[in-house]
Every structure is written in structure tokens, then in C-alpha cells.
């Protein structure tokens, strides 16, 4: 059996985009990642997040936001930032881990242009769906 390669999702508040990484990561690459997430500055799962994933059929509802400083013992392959601050705030790991930016839209932020909830969730659904489609094509 080959060694899964260890791979962490870095956002600021591991609060959405990184959970949702994480998430697809296991439903749909669990053979050949392991996957974490973690924030620069965690501040809770985001509920909407928790719904619209649900909604594609993944259960993030017991998923932690957490800080990446509590990973701190794992030796990652790779780190995925996945926003600008968090590229930019991003630790130093090892020259062995190779880090990788991968820029998604906020929806939290994007939400707040919205006009009505149909539009906030459709900017979930729209971030979840190009983030599965990230992770479904990691080629590494």
C-alpha cells in the first residue's frame, strides 16, 4: 500500500474555502491524500458553507476551524494556500514541503455584494463546486 502524501488547506479563517478543500479532499482523493486545514486566524466553520456542502453530499457540520498552529507536529508535502493573506502569512516549512497558491474567491466577502440569499448561496455553490473541481484534478 503506498504512503498517502499529507496535505494542508491554508486560508485565513478556516472558516469555508479551507474546509471545504479539506473536505473534498477526503470524499473524493482519500486514496492518495491525507488532507488537513487550518487558519491563519480560524473564527469558526461558516454555517452556509456547512449547507451547500451538504447539499452536494459531504458532511462538514463536525469539521473544527482551527489554527495552524495546533498542526504544528505534522510534516505536510504539501501546503495550499488558498488566499492571498494566508500566502503572505504562511509559515516556513521545510524545503522538502512544497507550497502552492491557489487563489478562490471569499464568499463571505463575496456574499456581501449580494442583493438576496438565492444570490449568497449561489456564490457558495459557485466557490464549493470550482474547489472540487481543483481537487479532483491534483495531479501530483
Not at 22 to 38: G, K, P
Not at 47 to 69: C, L, P, R, Y
Request: proline share 4%; net charge neutral.
Amino acid at each position: 500500500m503506498k504512503e498517502k502524501k499529507k496535505i494542508l488547506f491554508l486560508c485565513t479563517g478556516n472558516s469555508c474555502r479551507s474546509q471545504m478543500a479539506e473536505a473534498w479532499t477526503r470524499q473524493l482523493r482519500n486514496d492518495d491524500y491525507e488532507a488537513y486545514s487550518a487558519g491563519t486566524a480560524p473564527k469558526g466553520l461558516d454555517h452556509i458553507a456547512v449547507h451547500v456542502m451538504s447539499e452536494a453530499g459531504v458532511d462538514i457540520s463536525s469539521q473544527k476551524s482551527k489554527n495552524i498552529d495546533s498542526l504544528g507536529g505534522i510534516k505536510f508535502d504539501y501546503v495550499i494556500t488558498l488566499c492571498d493573506s494566508a500566502r503572505e502569512s504562511c509559515p516556513y516549512y521545510p524545503a522538502k514541503t512544497k507550497l502552492i497558491h491557489k487563489e478562490f474567491d471569499d464568499p463571505p466577502s463575496q456574499a456581501k455584494g449580494a442583493e438576496n440569499d438565492k444570490d449568497i448561496i449561489n456564490i457558495y455553490r459557485r466557490v464549493r463546486d470550482e474547489i472540487k473541481e481543483y481537487i479532483m484534478n491534483l495531479s501530483w
